[in-house]
């Protein structure tokens, strides 16, 4: 169970960097999102969990909710980090800073 749980948090920790990376580097193209990558395994470390008979932090539905909600909230930020990004920069209105 921790091997997929582990697996889920290295994705969501690359989903908080991706941001970056992409603005740091705009010229490189072929980034890519696949939430098939965390989703696998967190269903994996739901079964574990749910075999092995685990409660409290560690049940089934623990694991689900806590990676679920670190997944939706890692594509939020993929998301809104550029755009933050793009309003600091060039202004709400797309008007350019000197």
Not at 44 to 53: D, R, T
Not at 67 to 82: K, R, T
Request: with cysteine; aromatic share 10%.
């Amino acid at each position: 169970m921790t091997i997929p749980l582990l697996m889920v948090a290295m994705k969501v920790i690359w989903n908080f960097g991706l941001p970056y990376a992409m603005l740091k580097h705009p010229e490189k193209k072929g980034w890519s999102i696949f939430p098939l990558i965390e989703c696998a395994p967190l269903l994996a470390s739901m079964a574990v969990a749910w075999m092995a008979g685990l409660g409290g932090d560690y049940s089934p539905g623990r694991i689900g909710f806590v990676g679920g909600l670190a997944i939706v909230v890692s594509y939020l930020h993929l998301l809104l980090a550029p755009i933050g990004y793009g309003i600091v920069v060039h202004g709400i209105l797309g008007e350019k800073h000197d």
